[in-house]
């Protein structure tokens, strides 16, 4: 494999997953559930806007690249395994759904951080510039979506616990938020 079909490859896959996490929290977005609460909106919604981006930006790259071009055959194999996958774990959710779905879009964004880790050293190893700086411009929105994910897991489950009459103390949502971000920034102080 010579050097633009392992950028080529790196390039799809990342498109790849990114448009699969899109139409994820897509899903999210029109359930009727997610309505019900304003952080989960405002933070998936910011996902999507995001991983649109990064995936018209990966789409422009690989259309300017010889033999480009999102490889459909790849593309499809790939989100056709994981999007029946998270399919099934869809229909297995009865309560905290809302929490349990920006859980999930945490976790799928931090696997995306990660793959563009992999992405930007791959694109510098192989002395493609523009790759490796769009690589790294995508992982810096990501690091931003991933702390707003956190702190609205917080909020969403402690007002989806008040809704389901399960919690003795309906405010803890910016108590969760507070402490949690200072574990993340490794700090004790107020």
């Known amino acids: 494999m010579d050097r633009t079909d392992i950028l080529n490859t790196y390039a799809t896959d990342m498109a790849a997953v990114e448009t699969h996490i899109r139409e994820a929290v897509e899903r999210q977005l029109a359930s009727d ?3 019900k609460y304003p952080d989960a909106v405002r933070v998936l919604s910011s996902l999507k806007t995001t991983l649109d981006r990064h995936v018209t930006g990966l789409e422009g790259y690989l259309e300017g690249t ?3 071009g ?3 055959a790849v593309k499809d194999a790939v ?3 994981l999007g029946v996958a998270a399919g099934f774990y869809d229909q ?3 309560t905290d759904k809302v929490s349990r779905m920006v859980r999930d879009s945490y976790t799928a964004t931090s696997l995306a951080a990660i793959s563009y880790h992999m992405l930007y050293t791959t694109a510098l190893a192989l002395k493609a510039d523009d790759l490796a700086a769009l690589a790294l411009s995508n992982l810096k929105d990501l690091t931003k979506v991933i702390g707003d994910l956190s702190e609205a897991v917080c909020t ?3 007002q989806e616990l008040t809704d389901e009459d399960k919690t003795i103390d309906p405010n803890v949502g ?3 938020v507070k402490a949690t971000q200072k574990a993340w920034a490794g700090t004790d102080d107020a």
């Open 66 to 68: 010889e033999g480009g």
């Open 79 to 81: 989100l056709g395994a």
């Open 156 to 158: 969403v489950v402690a």
């Open 92 to 94: 297995l959710r009865q």
């Open 70 to 72: 999102i490889k459909e």
């Open 33 to 35: 559930d997610t309505a």
């Open 174 to 176: 910016m108590e969760a």
